[in-house]
């Protein structure tokens, strides 16, 4: 039974003057209804430009090259801008990493956000628009806003970057919508907003099986709200599977991020960090691109890029998968 989101096989290329450089290269997975998935990885890596082609909103000098999107049964690669806009916002939703930029500045946060819903099909009407009002007051309380009605008339100037952030999620979910893609929901948040931002995505995955895109740099946010997770490395999909198993990785760039982690039974200790640097979208690898950095690497690892190997309801892209942490 496919999923409701199926992604095939999905290239992007950057434009670069002349050049096109592939920055997301053959990445395919899939996301269930009602289902909490998470993407990991370093910044840089083509998390946030495979949500933006999911949702259709790819920059100017981004291309989707190949593959399919598949959403509900409706192929997006093959819809246009005026099609798209029937589902932006009404059935596929996103949480912007970069809010300052995604909140109009000459707008008040609570028409912004009321106007998620007017314009995904709620009626305009005098007694609707109280409604909608009232739904949006509702929200920010939810949120943790402690005078939501104040806030409602605030500009964003007027807000901190950690309350434009809750109120660029209260736009994104107020609609309810089937697919969530929560780029670093949480990364500008205190630890008590961070737990209500996502403690709210899971009672709407819940209430409304929504089916939610975690991506985040945190680890322990994935391994505590997702059911599933996927690791992503130079554009590619490198290791997949159940979010339990999060912490006992088979490729050796996973094993490399668990053993970054900071924790009480590494105190007094030097913080493992993974030697050398994330590739350039412009370095061509003809293998692995973590084997420049990884200790296990040999000559296939330069030489062809692994196959899949199934584990557990997971799988994971690697020549030689396993053998404890690398940095561990």
Known sequence: MPGLLEVSNLQIALKKGDKTINAVDNVSFSINEGEIAGLAGETGCGKTL????????????????????????????????????????KEISMIFQEVRQSLNPLIKVGRQIREALELNGVSTNIAEGKNNKRRTVEMLFRLGFDEP??????????????????????????????????????????????????????????????????????????????????????????????????????????Q??????????????????IPGKVPSVEDNFTGCPFAPRCIKAQNICVKSFPGAVENGGGKVFCHFPGGGNQNG
């Open 50 to 89: 495979t949500a933006l082609s999911v949702a259709g909103l790819l920059p100017q000098k981004a291309k989707i090259l190949g593959g399919e999107i598949i959403f509900g049964g409706r192929r997006l690669t093959s819809l246009n801008e005026k099609d798209y806009c029937g589902i932006r916002g």
């Open 149 to 254: 009605k104040k806030i409602y008339n605030a500009y964003p100037h007027q807000l901190s970057g950690g309350m434009c952030q809750l109120i660029m999620s209260a736009i994104a979910v107020i609609t309810n919508p089937r697919l969530l893609l929560a780029d670093e929901p949480s990364s500008s948040l205190d630890a008590q907003a961070q737990e209500r931002i996502l403690s709210m995505l899971v009672e709407m995955n819940r209430e409304h099986k929504t089916a939610v895109l975690i991506i985040s740099h945190d680890l322990s946010v994935i391994r505590s709200f997702c059911s599933r997770f996927l690791v992503m490395y130079a554009g590619k999909i490198v290791e997949e599977g159940r979010a339990d198993a999060l912490y006992s990785p088979l490729h050796p760039y996973t």
């Open 256 to 273: 490399a991020l668990i053993g970054a982690i900071p924790g009480r039974d590494k105190r007094g200790r030097n913080l493992a960090n």
